[in-house]
T-cell receptor, first 114, second 116 residues
Framework: GESVGLHLPTLSVQEGDNSIINCAYSNSASDYFIWYKQESGKGPQFIIDIRSNMDKRQGQRVTVLLNKTVKHLSLQIAATQPGDSAVYFCAESRHGGATNKLIFGTGTLLAVQP | ETGVTQSPTHLIKTRGQQVTLRCSSQSGHNTVSWYQQALGQGPQFIFQYYREEENGRGNFPPRFSGLQFPNYSSELNVNALELDDSALYLC???????????????FGPGTRLLVL
């Protein structure tokens, strides 16, 4: 089914450490994946995306890894900062459908301890 | 900032009333998608508008309707409000070459709706 986030997983890290946030996606036909960051009271903010013809993509301080075999996506944040504290969502969509709708995962709360 | 704006920021309505939420897409974007986000959950797709026509709909009843205007701004209308409609309503804009094109969606700040 689609997003079922009744309980929000939490990842607590120390400032300066690396963070890894994991996501299991639902549709093996999905071929476009996005990570969003959502701070309290705000809309989701685009972080990084990856298409299914890649297994790794890097941005500034962030890396996304895609494992299509097990339908798993991860977001790595290097040198985590207090400003990284937020809820992180992965989202998937499928090319060729009539609509580019995004299906969101449960979300993970990242808490950065100073 | 994404350049996507929404109004109003907050709204309180009573059960049975109707509400209209507005979204201005990022300059140059031709596609607007609407999502509902209940507290503690991920956004759920309501529907999408591409070049002024509805282009796909999620699992929401017909009392959720929308419009897209020639300038690509959009409205979400909800009739006969129910308590469970209380949520954050998000719009996202993107630039699609074709209907269903997979371009990045950029979200606005949302409208927080409370139904009493």
């Amino acid at each position: 089914g689609e997003s079922v986030g009744l309980h929000l997983p939490t990842l607590s890290v120390q400032e300066g450490d690396n963070s890894i946030i994991n996501c299991a996606y639902s549709n093996s036909a999905s071929d476009y994946f996005i990570w969003y960051k959502q701070e309290s009271g705000k809309g989701p903010q685009f972080i990084i995306d990856i298409r299914s013809n890649m297994d790794k993509r890097q941005g500034q301080r962030v890396t996304v890894l895609l494992n299509k075999t097990v339908k798993h996506l991860s977001l790595q944040i290097a040198a985590t900062q207090p400003g990284d504290s937020a809820v992180y969502f992965c989202a998937e969509s499928r090319h060729g459908g009539a609509t580019n709708k995004l299906i969101f995962g449960t979300g993970t709360l990242l808490a950065v301890q100073p | 900032e994404t350049g996507v704006t929404q109004s109003p920021t907050h709204l309180i309505k009573t059960r049975g009333q109707q509400v209209t939420l507005r979204c201005s897409s990022q300059s140059g974007h031709n596609t607007v998608s609407w999502y509902q986000q209940a507290l503690g959950q991920g956004p759920q797709f309501i529907f999408q508008y591409y070049r002024e026509e509805e282009n796909g709909r999620g699992n929401f009843p017909p009392r959720f309707s929308g419009l897209q205007f020639p300038n690509y701004s959009s409205e979400l209308n909800v009739n006969a409000l129910e308590l469970d409609d209380s949520a954050l309503y998000l719009c996202a804009s993107s630039l699609a070459g074709t209907a269903g094109g997979q371009e990045t969606q950029y979200f606005g700040p949302g409208t927080r709706l409370l139904v009493l």
